[in-house]
């Protein structure tokens, strides 16, 4: 009983931290990466919902205890952060075979969600939500948006941390099978909660970093571009003052040189 009150206080911290990350995020955002950022705080939200619905993470013995709408939301928040750190680039040659890992894990997964509750089912979700996020790692990693900000490694250690702990679901779920269900010590799933929670302030404190970083490279290279066309108009502007002058120089030498020579003419014209 100790166990099971534990295991909810975990799902509840892990719930309301992302909710607050969530609402952090809102208040950080920015035109530039509006769609970035409101696709993490879907992800976010879906991921606190599922916690205090019938959880996935908590796995149940029981099929009564199954949510499938829980299951399929949560697959939802874990395919998420890949479009959000992919960005508008989504269709770049960059990302093409990690487009089709993706659609592969993705089809793994809907796999597993229409399969009967079990390990069989479990351990493909598990195993595909890990290979998601090693990719949503990868292409943080390989977006030129992200890069030079500390966030990102932070980030990409949270993410792979994250998919590490997946795929080790996805094994002690193997490991625990009986018959067509499964049997997980408690103490597993705790741990298994402990680490999930280190892993998403990871990700969160790193995706912050990253949207306020970028958001502000975009305002150092606006007031770089303003201050490089004032310089240019600056310069322009002293040209022209000097062509000007020069105008003005060379009009009254002309004026001089009119003056010299029409004066001889006119003495000749007098004599």
């Known amino acids: 009983m100790h166990l099971n009150v534990l295991i909810d206080n975990l799902s509840a911290l892990y719930a309301t931290s992302l909710v607050a990350f969530s609402v952090i995020i809102y208040f950080s955002i ?15 939200l879906f991921s606190a919902f599922v916690m205090l619905m019938p959880s996935v993470f908590v796995e149940t013995t029981y099929t ?18 890949y479009f959000a750190l992919v960005g508008p680039s989504v269709r770049s040659s960059r990302y093409s075979r990690s487009n089709i890992i993706l659609a592969a894990a993705v089809a793994v997964m809907l796999l597993s969600a229409v399969l009967p509750y079990g ?32 966030g990102k490694n932070v980030l990409i ?4 941390a994250c ?19 499964f049997d ?26 990253l949207i306020n970083g970028r958001q502000l490279r975009l305002e150092l290279f606006v007031a770089r571009r303003a201050t490089r066309l004032f310089e240019n108009n600056r310069q322009r502007s002293a040209e022209k003052n000097r062509l000007a002058a020069l105008a003005d120089e060379r009009l009254m030498t002309l004026d001089l040189l009119k003056h010299e020579v029409r004066q001889p003419i006119n003495n000749a014209r007098a004599a």
Request: with cysteine; glycine share 10%; charged share 10%.
């Open 184 to 209: 997980i010590d408690a103490l597993k799933t705790i741990l298994g909660l402990e680490i999930l929670i280190f892993t998403s302030f990871c990700m969160q404190i790193g995706f912050l970093n």
């Open 30 to 44: 920015q035109k530039s990466i509006f769609i970035q950022s409101l696709l993490w705080i879907c992800s976010n």
């Open 163 to 181: 998919a590490l702990l997946f795929l080790w679901r996805a094994w002690i779920v193997f490991a625990a099978r009986d018959g067509v269900g």
């Open 157 to 160: 250690f949270g993410l792979n």
């Open 64 to 81: 009564g205890e199954y949510d499938f709408f829980s299951y399929v939301l949560s697959g939802v928040s874990i395919i998420l952060p």
């Open 119 to 150: 390990w069989l089912a479990m351990a493909l979700g598990y195993a595909a939500g890990g290979v998601i996020l090693w990719l949503t790692g990868w292409v943080c990693h390989k977006n030129p948006m992200w890069r030079w900000f500390w």
